[in-house]
């Protein structure tokens, strides 16, 4: 079944780092989606030429309204547009929801390993916030990599009290005073300690760049962790 484009009016925007933005909008007739999933975004310029780039959801469904992360690409033709330009109240066009294997569904019951790199975190948001909101009893766990403290997406939703998630912070280039792990980019060290904690039965998801997904889907399989159970989403 063809997928339609909608139209999709910009309800708010928040700063999430310096050149990160959650956009929150407004979409009539959303069919819903699942956690992981990702909509097309569509901008046409007066003249007719269009762009059309890829956003993950950053939220369950919630009605008529989604919500997307987008990071400010330099010289990009849609991610600057969208994180500083589009006024509020303005629409761009929207098709989805789109894909079905990076997604976690609320009656799985085997621990998740959550791995992000940078802006990889805004799908994986999705499923800890599903997690949270059904009171899931499956045991989550998220290793994000980011290259200092300023880089770090929804901070108070992952610095607050959360027994329900076990959040650990990689610092690749400036890691805060007190930090554990001095900077680096993410080791063989930092996974095996939890693939032997899961063991088998577990679900992996990976997000971030293409050189960070492919590099840490290495590590696991090295590690240990059955290539079947790995699930990925990459991007640039």
């Known amino acids: 079944m063809r997928i339609p484009w909608r139209s999709a009016r910009l ?28 909509i097309d975004v569509r901008l046409t310029a007066e003249d007719g030429y269009q762009a059309v780039r890829s956003y993950s959801l950053a939220t369950p469904a919630d009605g008529h309204r989604i919500e997307l992360g987008v990071q400010r690409v330099p010289g990009g033709e849609v991610s600057p547009y969208l994180a500083e330009d589009l006024p509020v109240g303005a629409s761009v066009e929207v098709r989805g929801p789109l894909g079905s294997w990076f997604v976690w569904r609320t009656d799985q019951t085997e621990p998740i390993l959550l791995v992000a790199g940078g802006s990889g975190i805004v799908p994986l948001m999705a499923m800890i916030r599903a ?21 770090l997406w929804y ?27 001095a900077p ?51 991007f640039g």
Not at 131 to 151: E, I, M, T
Request: hydrophobic share 35%; with cysteine; glycine share 8%.
């Open 11 to 38: 309800l708010k925007r928040e700063k999430q780092t310096a050149t990160a933005r959650s956009l929150v909008f407004e979409v009539p007739a959303w069919p819903g989606h699942l956690v992981g999933q990702h």
């Open 131 to 151: 997690h949270r909101q059904v009171a899931s009893a499956s045991p989550f766990h998220l290793l994000y990599s980011v290259r200092g403290p300023q880089d």
């Open 155 to 181: 901070r108070n939703d992952l610095e607050g009290k959360d027994p329900t998630l076990d959040v650990r912070l990689l610092y690749t280039r400036q890691a805060p005073s007190g930090a554990l792990r």
């Open 184 to 234: 680096g980019r993410l080791k063989a060290d930092d996974l095996r300690p939890l693939v032997g904690q899961f063991a088998s039965g577990s679900t992996v998801y990976v997000c971030g760049p293409t050189g960070f997904v492919e590099s840490t889907s290495d590590l696991l399989i090295n590690a240990g962790q059955d290539p079947a159970t790995i699930r990925t989403e990459r």
